[in-house]
């Protein structure tokens, strides 16, 4: 299980990307919506989109259902999973001191 510190980290870079803003804001809106609904509200292809809802998802921003439609297409919902964080000077020396080794060096 990762650490405070190490899912602050997963978050923030999930949200450091103008397209993952427009994804969860999308997403906030609608409550649910399948990827090429999604794909055509933002305006970016499902390639791409893909690529930005694996990163959110991994992050723990978001989550997905596999459903089957009425005529029997394989449909992804993607909805904004339950999330809140604060930033203070205390929350982020509260992290920091919680990060694994891995994420301590990967910095320059």
């Known amino acids: ?32 919506t399948y990827v090429s609904q999604l794909a055509r509200e933002i305006g970016i292809s499902r390639p791409l989109l893909h690529l930005h809802l694996r990163k959110l998802e991994e992050a723990g921003l978001v989550t ?12 992804n ?10 930033l203070t000077p205390s929350g982020i020396a509260d992290a920091a001191r919680s990060l694994s080794p891995a994420s ?5």
């Not at 997905?64 to 449909?75: H, M, N, R, V, W």
């Not at 301590?104 to 320059?108: F, H, I």
């Open 64 to 75: 997905s259902q596999l459903e089957l439609s009425s005529d029997g297409k394989a449909l």
């Open 1 to 32: 299980m990762k650490s405070q510190g190490d899912r602050l980290l997963d978050m923030l870079a999930a949200l450091a990307n103008p397209h993952r803003l427009r994804i969860i804001q999308a997403l906030h809106g609608s409550g649910r």
């Open 77 to 86: 919902y993607f909805q904004v999973a339950p999330f809140e964080f604060v």
């Open 104 to 108: 301590k060096s990967s910095d320059p």
